[in-house]
């Protein structure tokens, strides 16, 4: 089965922190993303990447960058944390090509106070 | 008008009962489609899977594609309180880099 993890699932920061949103996926997959789920906006798309150190703006990157140091890993920073980043972060990845589907983690709930 | 629309809900069933679930969408270029299941406070879980118009058919489950009415089913027979989540219907494109585009989810509860 494909694994996806996000080290923490529970975070309380505080306005103005920096913020450090990890995930690894053990599946060799080509392509990780991040997004972010608010109620009645459903998944937003943030910003995803295709390959080591390549990343894509997403629907919302404002406020967010990410890392992809390395295949399995995909970073999400919140450079200066905002009460309106208060959300559920899902981390994702999927295999390249037309069929692929995309498999999450179990999501990160930040709350910024 | 968004891309995927999708009927909030909530939706409450009886257990036993059929389960429908529906999402349209406005764009021909989309080829696949998804179900995901999210309980609360976990992520996703990809459900069924099909590419292009027709159904598909897992246990209790059955996906339905009709490109032409740009709609997509999902049915569950014998509902049971396990049931009870999110779902999310969610399609893209031809292509590697066509974005997953998702709808916003139904709720349903699925009473004892």
């Known amino acids: 089965d494909v694994k996806v993890t996000q080290s923490s699932r529970y975070l309380v920061k505080r306005t103005g922190e920096k913020v450090f949103l990890e995930c690894v996926q053990d599946?060799?997959?080509?392509?990780m993303f991040w997004y972010r789920q608010d109620p009645g906006l459903g998944l937003r798309l943030i910003y995803f990447?295709?390959?080591?150190?390549?990343?894509e703006k997403g629907d919302i990157p404002e406020g967010y960058s990410v890392s992809r140091e390395k295949k399995e890993r995909f970073s999400l920073i919140l450079e200066s944390a905002s009460t309106n980043q208060t959300s559920m972060y899902l981390c994702a990845s999927s295999t390249s090509g037309n069929g692929n589907t995309i498999y999450f983690g179990e999501g990160s709930w930040l709350t910024v106070v | 008008q968004k891309e995927v629309e999708q009927d909030p809900g909530p939706l409450s069933v009886p257990e036993g009962a059929i389960v429908s679930l529906n999402c349209t969408y406005s764009n021909s270029a989309f080829q696949y489609f998804m179900w995901y299941r999210q309980y609360s406070r976990k992520g996703p879980e990809l459900l069924m899977y099909t590419y292009s118009s027709g159904n598909k058919e897992d246990g209790r489950f059955t996906a339905q594609v009709d490109k032409s009415s740009k709609y997509i089913s999902l049915f569950i027979r014998d509902s049971q309180p396990s049931d009870s989540a999110t779902y999310l219907c969610?399609?893209?494109?031809?292509?590697?880099?066509?974005?997953?585009?998702f709808g916003t989810g139904t709720l349903l509860a699925v009473q004892p």
């Open positions: 969610a399609m893209r494109g031809s292509g590697a880099t066509n974005k997953l585009i």
């Open positions: 990447s295709y390959d080591v150190k390549m990343k």
């Open positions: 599946m060799d997959h080509e392509n």
